[in-house]
């Protein structure tokens, strides 16, 4: 064999491993795009079993809601405040229709809020601020869990916006 032949051989050779490499790599990266996002962690299609959302303004009080389903066609939707002009009278648990979770499930997809799962941040430095925490249970055993102290997740404000009005809603049903 020339010395020519041996050289062309060794290229294709390297050649070959390169592109193998490259084409696994490729693949790792599709495969860690879509871990990320896009993928069964980031969805939700089971029904909402349980809700419970809740944010404080420091010295300003707290708010929480908790909404549980008893069955196909009823839920339970707690009320409370606290705070210095805390009225225990205005605090409540009532009886509603379950189909309110179906459109709360609605307000999660569009608002993206499982992309959530898992904040868990807080600024420690600031003794009079706000704070959050979200829980969220699905009958397929999934869970969407997050909180934060004077740190929010990304479209925090357009969500909890979209959030109060709705359970403010629910207030009046």
């Not at 962690?41 to 959302?53: E, M």
Request: no cysteine; proline share 1%; hydrophobic share 35%.
């Amino acid at each position: 064999m020339t010395k020519h032949k041996k050289k062309t051989i060794i290229t294709v050779i390297v050649a070959a491993f390169v592109f193998f490499i490259g084409l696994v790599v490729a693949v790792l990266i599709i495969n860690s795009n879509n871990s990320n996002g896009g993928s069964d962690d980031d969805v939700r299609n089971g029904n909402i079993t349980s809700f419970s959302f809740s944010r404080g303004y420091g010295l300003g009080g707290a708010v929480g809601y908790t909404i549980a389903r008893k069955d196909n066609n009823k839920a339970s939707l707690k009320y409370e405040y606290f705070g210095f002009n805390s009225d225990e009278d205005s605090n409540f648990e009532k009886d509603i229709d379950a189909e309110y979770l179906d459109e709360l499930a609605d307000i999660i997809k569009e608002e993206n809020i499982v992309k959530w799962d898992g904040f868990d941040k807080s600024d420690d430095g600031v003794l009079d601020g706000s704070g959050f925490s979200l829980k969220i249970k699905y009958d397929d055993g999934k869970e969407i869990n997050a909180h934060g102290y004077m740190k929010f997740p990304d479209n925090y404000n357009e969500a909890e916006n979209r959030l109060d009005a709705f359970l403010e809603k629910l207030k009046d049903v």
